[in-house]
């Protein structure tokens, strides 16, 4: 069994910053990459970005220089440190945890950011 819990969302103006954190328990043989995706009112769920076990990360277009991914091995925490925040940017963001034999998913967290 693989749960995910997500914390740090929020309501933030423009320009301010926000954490992300999300952890992972349970069975983690397997677990290739851990993530995040974010989901506006009536858009599709889009990739943010990711992080693999080496620690080697990914990035959408739309958050680079600005949003930052990170990962504890120890604790098999990934953070998303979001600065230079935006409008655009409000949506629930999910974390996932991407194994060998398929993806989990958290529950999602809520970022507004104010104009």
């Known amino acids: 069994q693989v749960q995910l819990v997500e914390s740090g969302g929020g309501l933030v103006q423009t320009g301010g910053s926000l954490r992300l954190s999300c952890a992972v328990s349970?069975?983690?043989?397997?677990?290739?990459?851990m993530g995040w995706y974010r989901q506006a009112p009536g858009k599709q769920r889009d990739f943010v970005a990711t992080?693999?076990?080496?620690?080697?990360?990914k990035y959408a277009d739309s958050v680079k220089g600005r949003f930052t991914i990170s990962r504890d091995s120890a604790s098999n925490t990934v953070y998303l440190q979001m600065d230079s925040l935006k409008p655009d940017d409000t949506a629930v963001y999910y974390c996932?945890?991407?194994?060998?034999?398929?993806?989990?998913w958290g529950q999602g967290t809520q970022v507004t950011v104010s104009s």
């Open positions: 992080v693999m076990m080496d620690g080697y990360p």
């Open positions: 349970g069975d983690i043989f397997g677990l290739n990459v």
């Open positions: 996932t945890a991407q194994y060998y034999y398929g993806d989990y």
